[in-house]
């Protein structure tokens, strides 16, 4: 579908009044008006902290800006593409196209061995590590290629272009789609390598049916953010890969979903470790966080990896039945076909979400 139609993209409305993070006071926030604000949170803050006037209209400020830069967001990152295309100059043009070399053989058998139309999770798991409660592990990339592509943001980072930043939570980070990624490397990752895996791991969450993704670098390092909150992902199922650097601590920790604590599956979260070219396969519902980086630097590729046809009737952030709308310059997955219906790019036939 993709390509050959153009395909219409949206956002849920909420992306416009939910999910603010006051990093200082840890606390996601929903922000209509400050009367709203105020009603709301005031008493949470100041148990959290945030005490005086003073430190009450810094948080709203900071709230407000981010409203701000949200709804400008579409037009920024327009114009930052154009900017990227004029400008930019890659110091490594080969990372931009996916070529077998730069994965892992034990990854490139773990996705031959998903495409076999007898393959199992159990057969899977003969190639992957299981953590537990639906978090698997693997290794993906070379490290050469994790080499390449960290040269590669460095690089970015460098460069005089403007940078789109991952999310409210990352700031430290560059947005992938923006500087290119996204065609020949990502977007086959996805299609022809990561959707045989998901579509046998996560049936439920829609991983028969990935169709679009949204991929950024996060970074850590001692001069600034070490942490990052717990939180939930913008994705059905979340690919996160660490490319490097050297550095001790900032494991991924992963909470058990709630599901999974009512029916006693498990109530202890898990730590992934960091290595260098390997990734974790999570479902983006599922809360997590990064635990502080101890020294050095580590830089994670991040794949919010979606689908319209499970975030169309529920979206991932609100909970709710998505209130589509659309913006130019934004895509978060949603998608609505030309009769109306549910329309996903390469999936209706193939999905297997229920
Ligand atoms: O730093 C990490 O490894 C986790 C990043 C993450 O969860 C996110 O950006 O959504
Ligand atoms: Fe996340």
Known sequence: MEGLL??????????????????????????????????????????????????????????????????????????????????????????????????????????????????????????????????YSFPLFTQQFCRLVLEELEHIEHSACHKGRPNTMNKHGVLLNEFGFNKGLLKPLRRQYLSPITALLYPVWGGGCLDSHKAFSVTYDMGHDLDLGCHYDNAEVTLNVCLGDVFTGGRLYILPMQSDVDTAKSTNSIKCMHYPGWGVLHRGRQRHGAEKLVSGKRCNLIMWLRSSSVRNKHCPMCRGVPKLMQVPGLDDGFRISDSGGNQSEESVDACRAV
């Open 6 to 135: 153009k395909t219409q993209t949206f956002v849920c409305s909420c992306f416009f009044t939910h999910n603010f993070y006051i990093k200082r006071y840890n606390l996601h926030v929903v922000f209509y008006d400050r009367n709203q604000f105020q009603e709301n949170y005031m008493k949470i803050l100041r148990n959290k902290g945030c005490v005086t006037e003073k430190q009450f209209q810094e948080v709203l400020t900071e709230i407000e800006n981010e409203a701000s830069r949200r709804r400008n967001l579409g037009e920024a990152s327009l114009s930052r593409r154009r900017e990227i295309k004029e400008k930019y100059v890659p110091r490594h043009r080969e990372v931009y196209e996916l070529q077998d070399k730069f994965l892992h053989p034990e990854f490139l058998s773990l996705v031959a061995e998903a495409k076999t139309s007898t393959a199992t999770v159990e057969s899977l798991l003969l190639r992957m590590s299981s953590m537990g409660q639906e978090v």
